[in-house]
């Protein structure tokens, strides 16, 4: 089924913006393509919650927290999810998690590190 590969964690100052690309390698592109893909978030001492999850084109859902500030978009032929983040806020700070769905399965990347701080 292959491996969710995420990339552009790190620090960034209250207000600034960061953009978080999730890579399904080794995936081909007809199990890609009908998958729903979504970002989770998981603050220390909190559980795993929903910021955004984009089916197709203008078929996405966003957390109350993060509607606004956070875009979440897809390239099929690259096989890769985005998530645009504006506007950040300390809140903001946990472990960001890549989510592939399909057929009721669930498949998880390892997660990169969001640090909003000043």
């Known amino acids: 089924q292959g491996q969710l590969v995420e990339s552009g964690g790190g620090l960034v100052q209250p207000g600034g913006s960061m953009r978080l690309s999730c890579r399904a390698a080794?995936?081909?592109?007809?199990?890609?393509?009908?998958?729903?893909m979504g970002w989770y978030r998981q603050a220390s001492g909190k559980e795993r919650e929903l910021v955004a999850t984009?089916?197709?084109?203008?078929?996405?859902n966003y957390a109350d927290s993060v509607k606004g500030r956070f875009t979440i978009s897809r390239d099929n032929s690259r096989k890769t999810v985005y998530l645009q983040m504006n506007a950040l806020a300390p809140e903001d700070t946990a472990v960001y998690y890549c989510?592939?769905?399909?057929?009721?399965?669930?498949?998880w990347g390892q997660g990169t590190q969001v640090t909003v701080s000043s």
């Open positions: 989510n592939r769905k399909i057929d009721g399965r669930n498949f």
């Open positions: 080794g995936t081909i592109t007809s199990v890609f393509n009908p998958s729903i």
């Open positions: 984009i089916a197709g084109p203008g078929v996405t």
